[in-house]
């Protein structure tokens, strides 16, 4: 079984996302990159099997522009997965590599964390995501 970092790595790169992806950690190079981190979400319920988990997504650009825009086409993305609401493929949720999400949810939109010490903007989001395997 992949992990939700893998996981989210390969949905983001089969939907057209570009800019390079790395999992907990950034590279120095190049300027514009994607980060993914995970995080404790809360106790998993077995009974039911579900796993909430938490997906952060930091992103680094030359331009705060570049790194919203970046920001703004993932957050798009990923709360897709499970949003009734949407009429999208994903409102009933999604299987990545086998692994069953039914929701991701954005918990409060983008964190503004400064600049590297290349100048470049850097900025986060956090996700909640519902996993059953």
Excluded: C, W
Aim: proline share 4%; no cysteine; glycine share 10%.
């Amino acid at each position: 079984m992949s992990n939700i970092l893998d996981d989210f790595k390969d949905h983001l790169v089969a939907k057209g996302v570009t800019t390079p992806i790395t999992k907990s950690g950034m590279a120095e190079e190049p300027d514009d990159a994607i980060a993914l981190y995970e995080y404790g979400r809360g106790p998993a319920n077995k009974v039911v099997g579900l796993y909430p988990k938490g997906l952060q997504v930091r992103v680094r650009a030359t331009s705060y522009a570049t790194g919203r825009a970046l920001l703004q086409t993932i957050e798009d993305e990923l709360t897709k997965i499970g949003d009734e609401f949407n009429q999208s493929e994903y409102a009933g949720g999604i299987e990545i590599n086998g692994n069953r999400y039914n929701k991701v949810r954005d918990l409060g939109g983008v964190n503004p964390m400064g600049r590297d010490e290349k100048d470049r903007i850097e900025m986060t989001q956090n996700f909640e995501v519902e996993r059953t395997t």
